[in-house]
């Protein structure tokens, strides 16, 4: 049996970067090491060993002066999770389309046949509970098919800062047409497929016009805004 152990600091890491990714703690907000402890109820040791974890991270700075703060983000912390997962997540299904074998495509069948039979009556997908299960099986099942233990890793990441999944503009039908597109192009072992219709159906989601120029693979979709002025 394996046991699935969380250290202290493993702990306040998760707590803090969740903070972090879903904007509940501002940039350039402070980090305070006491606070945390006494929050925790645990010794400094295991928040700084937290807090540098996370500046690896790239999600915490230290300042001499003021210690450890938030990142200063330049967007919207959804927004930004909806571009990064449109480069991450084609990628991580262009490697599945390669690696990817006949039980794994099994189980893939056997999801996407689960999610067709939802309905709205449990509500919609973006709060349909069994929905998101079946929704994120699916998903990690083909990331997973990527052999990266690294993408996976970070694909994990992103989709921490939504507690119901990713949320969707799309309807239903529209999702699941989708996926059955990126499903078919898995068991055509066809890599350019399954990149495109992946993006394709995470800026769906995200309300962009995939049939803008500049949403093509590779490049990110046009920004709202900026850091600068």
């Known amino acids: 049996m394996t046991v699935d152990f969380q250290s202290k600091s493993d702990i306040i890491a998760a707590f803090v970067r969740d903070m972090i990714i879903t ?14 402890a006494q929050r925790f109820g645990v010794s400094p040791t295991p928040v700084r060993e937290a807090l540098r974890r996370l500046e690896a991270e790239g999600l915490v700075k230290y300042d001499l002066h003021r210690g450890a703060t938030v990142i200063d983000g330049s967007f919207e912390p959804n927004e930004e ?10 990628f991580a299904a262009r490697l599945a389309a390669m690696r990817i074998n006949d039980d794994e495509l099994a189980a893939l069948d ?5 999610l067709c039979q939802t309905t709205e009556s449990a509500g919609s997908i973006n709060t349909d509970a069994h929905y998101h299960d079946l929704n994120r099986r699916f998903h990690f099942g083909i990331y997973e098919a990527a052999r990266s233990p690294l993408l996976l890793a970070l694909v994990r990441l992103l989709w921490q800062s939504f507690p119901l999944g990713p949320a969707t503009v799309q ?4 999702s699941l047409a989708r ?10 072992h066809d890599a350019d497929a399954a990149e495109s219709h992946t993006r394709r159906h995470i800026l769906e989601a995200g309300g ?5 120029p500049r949403l093509t693979v590779g490049r990110l979709p046009p920004l709202s805004h900026s850091g600068q002025e």
């Open 81 to 90: 999770n909806y571009w990064v997962r449109s480069v991450l997540e084609p």
């Open 208 to 212: 962009y016009d995939v049939d803008d």
């Open 179 to 188: 996926h059955q597109a990126i499903l078919d192009a898995l068991h055509r």
């Open 171 to 174: 309807t239903r039908e529209d």
């Open 110 to 114: 056997t999801i996407h046949a689960e």
């Open 23 to 36: 904007g509940q703690a501002e940039p350039n907000s402070p980090l305070r090491q006491r606070d945390l």
